[in-house]
């Protein structure tokens, strides 16, 4: 995703806290079944089609045990099924939630993957280094600590391998592992000292950004604030409000579906954003 990854950070946090805010409190089936959809989507664009099918295998057991968990400890509901053995109650109303909590779930994690392909370490920095600079800088060293670990785990392993080809089993693993954490411990210093010698931190510090907040920036932004308003609103008002107990009831017309197309387009302005862009990229090469 090469388009929208080149908006203004703040425009890129602004969309993913809104998208993250209703797909986490906003209860109403259609909200959580598009979200899930544009969530997918735009992680599908962003790691592309191999790891995203590595994510899946991840993610489906997930929430396949989270759908089966809810009605084996939840038996509210109007609207039963059957019972088990236990005696106990397996309703409709029970099933359902712990359908749409897997969706929610699955939901936020799509939009964390996305997160970590756009907001990268230097924007998070940018983003929130004034404002908590310690705790950005150790968040922003977090989010790479597990993919660099994983990398130089590769690489001492391999290594190690051409010095000791006959180096097996435990004591290969340990000694693999205690140089990587010497090395990470070491590289961990050095960062410290290099951003304290810097002045990373202090009140007057000024910094060199590549990032300017353009037209272009302000039109998405303005785009996405109109957009969450009107979903937050239609929210607070009870037009989005939904209830799996004790039965299932909720809103439902026009001005429910009104505010429903309002979420749709705006976690659906990365996929549309990227899209935008092939045609003016496809346009400007048929001029050539």
Not at 61 to 73: S, W
Request: glycine share 6%.
């Amino acid at each position: 995703m090469t388009g929208f990854s080149k908006l203004h950070p703040f425009v890129e946090a602004a969309f993913f806290l809104l998208v993250l805010a209703f797909s986490m409190f906003v209860s109403h089936p259609w909200v959580q079944l598009l979200g899930l959809a544009f969530a997918a989507a735009m992680a599908l664009s962003c790691v592309g089609g191999k790891k995203f099918l590595r994510q899946l295998l991840l993610i489906v057991p997930l929430m396949l045990f989270t759908a089966i968990l809810n009605p084996l400890i939840t038996h509210q509901g109007v609207t039963i099924l059957f019972y088990f053995p236990s005696g106990n109650a397996c309703t409709l109303e029970s099933v359902l939630y712990g359908v749409f909590a897997a969706v929610r779930l699955a939901t936020v994690l799509f939009w964390f993957v996305g997160w970590n392909a756009v907001i990268t370490s230097d924007k998070f920095v940018f983003l929130f280094g004034r404002v908590i600079p310690a705790l950005s800088l150790t968040i922003s060293m977090g989010l790479r600590l597990i993919p660099r670990l994983l990398r130089r785990i590769r690489e001492v392993s391999e290594a190690q391998k051409c010095l000791c080809p006959d180096s097996k089993g435990l004591r290969h693993a340990g000694r693999v592992i205690s140089i990587v954490i010497t090395w990470s411990l070491e590289n961990a210093l050095d960062t410290a000292d290099s951003m304290k010698s810097r002045g990373y931190g202090l009140r007057k510090r000024s910094a060199f950004s590549l990032y300017r907040f353009t037209v272009r920036d302000g039109a998405a932004l303005t785009y996405l604030l109109l957009l969450g308003a009107a979903v937050l609103l239609s929210a607070l008002t009870g037009k989005l409000s939904w209830q799996f107990y004790p039965m299932m009831q909720g809103s439902g017309g026009l001005w429910t579906i009104l505010p429903a197309v309002a979420f749709a387009l705006l976690a659906a302005f990365p996929v549309m954003y990227e899209a935008k862009e092939a045609v003016q990229w496809r346009i400007s090469q048929s001029k050539i």
